[in-house]
């Protein structure tokens, strides 16, 4: 079944090491800070300044029509992102309130033999190491009229591909090479504690997770001298058999949580640092914190009405369902729709 998911995420500017709640910029109104070390930046690394923009959205956007044309090879400056490209499709789209479009994500340093099924032709070598293979991910920034510090970006995961990293590293580093060294760009995942009926709407429950401080040679002291790490993590992990329904009874489960804060922080006896519930819906897993009482807000998207598994649908029609996602993440109604229609 064709699927994916949006993951929200709240975006944030404030100087290197500075994260309080004042000293957070104002996304609608750059022109009040100060960021005269530009030029010696552009001076330095031979970058074109970006310059006259007002607001974190014009910033945005410069950075959408630089990577239209240009390819962030990831691997000449992250070692864990070795084989890894970011790009912009050239369809994004932008209003007072919104931009959106697509991401290209990248995958390098693989040698393929492309076969054309219909006359058997075989072009040997036709993939070079070179050449990656483009991955389109959706993307939708939105800026809230009542906010002055935050802004909300939407993030398309499908499968095993996952394009958050690729892309904070790519525009963290762009805005320290064109506009200013001077700041940091800040994602994080917007959360939310309504995680019962997360568990009540899921398909099936297929692990448990308890997780605690502990090392290997607390089962034996021969693994003292086989690990020379001595701070690490345990874990005890519950799965059904053959894959199956793990039959979670959510009122009882609730029933226990709501009993105390701490519920799940002591379990007879036994302290944990984190214990944690794996659902799946519409083939797709999110995993609950019951420590916490909270988890990462996300939208699994049944694409199965309009592409097939593998397919890339429609922009229009990913961008659809976001902005009906929207007004979730948000907390109530936006007065965006999509720029695809």
């Known amino acids: 079944m064709a699927a994916t998911k949006l993951i929200p995420y709240t975006v944030q500017v404030h100087p290197p090491r500075k994260t309080s709640e004042d000293d957070l910029w104002d996304l609608r109104d750059f022109q009040q800070y100060d960021t005269t070390y530009q030029s010696r930046l552009s001076d330095l690394n031979n970058q074109d300044q970006v310059t006259n923009v007002n607001s974190f959205i014009e910033l ?29 499709s050239s369809e994004w789209k932008s209003s007072e309130l919104i931009v959106e479009g697509n991401l290209f994500l990248g995958n390098y340093g693989v040698k393929r033999n492309l076969t054309n099924r219909q006359s058997g032709e075989r072009r040997e070598g036709e993939r070079d ?40 590293v790519t525009l963290r580093k762009w805005v320290w ?46 693994f003292d001298s086989v690990f020379d790490q001595e701070e690490m993590k345990q874990a ?21 949580h709501n009993e105390s804060e701490t519920a799940f922080e002591t379990i007879d006896g036994v302290s944990y640092n984190n214990v944690k519930v794996t659902i799946e819906k519409n083939n797709s897993d999110e995993t609950i914190s019951l420590t916490k009482g909270e988890t990462e807000l996300r939208k699994n998207i049944d694409l199965s009405d309009i592409a097939e598994e593998g397919d890339i649908p ?11 996602f929207l007004t979730t993440v948000t907390g109530g109604r936006t007065g965006t729709s999509s720029l695809f229609r």
Request: hydrophobic share 30%; charged share 35%.
């Open 314 to 324: 429609a922009l229009s029609e990913i961008s659809s369902r976001a902005h009906g």
């Open 60 to 88: 945005f956007c410069e950075f959408c029509r630089q990577y239209e044309s240009d390819l962030e090879d990831l691997g000449e400056t992250f070692e864990r992102m070795s084989n890894k490209t970011l790009a912009v």
């Open 177 to 222: 090479d064109n506009y200013s060294n001077d700041i940091n760009v800040k994602m994080d995942p917007v959360k939310t504690e309504d995680i019962f009926p997360k568990m009540r709407e899921a398909d099936r429950t297929s692990r448990l997770r308890l997780e605690k401080d502990g090392s290997p040679d607390q089962l034996h002291s021969d």
């Open 236 to 256: 005890i992990e519950f799965r059904p058999e053959g894959g199956d329904d793990m039959n979670l009874i959510v009122d009882e489960l609730e029933a226990w």
């Open 129 to 168: 190491f070179d050449d990656a293979e483009e991955k389109p991910l959706y993307f939708l920034l939105y800026i809230p009229p009542e906010s002055t510090t935050t802004r909300y970006l939407l993030l398309e995961r499908s499968r095993r591909y996952g394009i958050k990293e690729p892309f904070h």
